[in-house]
């Protein structure tokens, strides 16, 4: 199993700020997934990210509101910009590891923009 | 485009009694199926995996079967517990890619 933290665990934020929610595994990842959800909803993916090349966004999120970093293989930040209180959510980093391929996720991180 | 359905989407059972939740999927073709407990305002808790060659897993109180062929999954949770109250989501992949999710059971157990 990979044990996931993420910093922060909550945050309020003013509109018209950014935030850099920070993700941390502890072991070497390939593929490490970043998703939001909504209140009362349930998770939608906002990217795959893998070392070394450029985030994979999903359909209805772009790379200037949710730009991600993925420096290594054990860390990867996504930074929520130019917020709003629609980005008000749980954010959850997620990896994929083991011999089948079972998803961990991080504890999330709690927005809520002003 | 895979889709993921969990009825119902809420539930209330007294303390004791043994619940099904329920999960279909619209492709068949799918290679992991997750089912996860989520505490309120909190992140995701693992409970069983099934892969797509198997047809249940077990854990404790907690059994979930799965049928590929008609794309439906059942979560069996025995003499349910007011510390069983959570929301219970159900997630499916293909390969190597991420998961998609259905919206969850709301389950509550009243003592």
């Known amino acids: 199993s990979a044990v996931i933290s993420q910093k922060p665990s909550r945050d309020i934020c003013q509109r018209g700020t950014s935030l850099t929610i920070q993700c941390q595994v502890d072991?070497?990842?390939?593929?490490m997934f970043w998703y939001r959800q909504q209140p009362g909803q349930s998770l939608t993916l906002i990217a795959t990210a893998n070392q070394g090349s450029e985030a994979t966004y999903e359909s209805g999120f772009v790379i200037d509101k949710f730009p991600i970093s993925r420096p290594n293989l054990t860390f990867s930040t996504l930074t929520v910009s130019n917020m709003s209180p629609e980005d008000s959510s749980i954010y959850l980093c997620?990896?994929?590891?083991?011999?089948?391929?079972?998803?961990?996720f991080g504890p999330g991180t709690r927005l809520t923009v002003t | 485009k895979q889709e993921v359905t969990q009825i119902p989407a809420a539930l209330s059972v007294p303390e004791g009694e043994n619940l099904v939740l329920n999960c279909s999927f619209t492709?068949?073709?799918?290679?992991?199926l997750q089912w996860f407990r989520q505490d309120p305002g909190k992140g995701l808790t693992s409970l069983l995996l099934?892969?797509?060659?198997?047809r249940e897993q077990t854990s404790g109180r907690l059994n979930a079967s799965l049928d590929k062929s008609s794309g439906r999954s059942t979560l069996y949770i025995a003499a349910s517990q007011p510390g069983d109250s959570a929301t219970y989501l159900c997630?499916?992949?293909?390969?190597?890619?991420?998961?998609?999710f259905g919206k969850g059971t709301r389950l509550s157990v009243i003592a």
């Open positions: 997620s990896v994929s590891g083991g011999a089948v391929g079972e998803q961990y």
């Open positions: 099934i892969q797509s060659s198997q």
């Open positions: 492709d068949s073709a799918i290679y992991n």
């Open positions: 997630a499916v992949n293909s390969g190597n890619t991420p998961l998609v």
């Open positions: 072991s070497q990842v390939t593929m």
